[in-house]
């Protein structure tokens, strides 16, 4: 079994910060690509950020200069720094992970329970 648990979320002013974290536990031999992926009320999922496992990051162009995405490869964990908050980054935000729990079975996604971002203007 895997589990990915996020932390971090609430409510924060706009041109606030907030620091996301996700911790993936279980049975894990390798953790490939991780990322971030939000979804606003009557909005489609949609990718925030992503970081392989060598540490190439990819950013939505909505996020870019405000967000950073990192790794901490020992702790199976995945972070988002977001700062420069707007109204409209107010969404549940979810970790992503593609792991591959034991050697030579395929890798598989996983998701997190999901954590509240709330930005008030």
């Known amino acids: 079994q895997v589990q990915l648990v996020e932390s971090g979320g609430g409510l924060v002013q706009a041109g606030g910060s907030l620091r996301l974290s996700c911790a993936a536990s279980?049975?894990?031999?390798?953790?490939?690509?991780m990322g971030w992926y939000r979804q606003a009320p009557g909005k489609q999922r949609e990718l925030v950020a992503g970081i392989s496992s060598g540490g190439s990051t990819n950013y939505a162009d909505s996020v870019k200069g405000r967000f950073t995405i990192s790794r901490d490869n020992a702790k199976n964990t995945v972070y988002l720094q977001m700062n420069s908050l707007k109204p409209e980054d107010t969404a549940v935000y979810y970790c992503?992970?593609?792991?591959?729990?034991?050697?030579?079975?395929?890798?598989?996604?996983?998701w997190g329970q999901g954590t509240q971002v709330t930005v008030s203007s």
């Open positions: 992503n992970a593609d792991l591959i729990q034991k050697v030579n079975i395929p890798s598989n996604d996983y």
């Open positions: 279980g049975t894990i031999f390798s953790i490939n690509a």
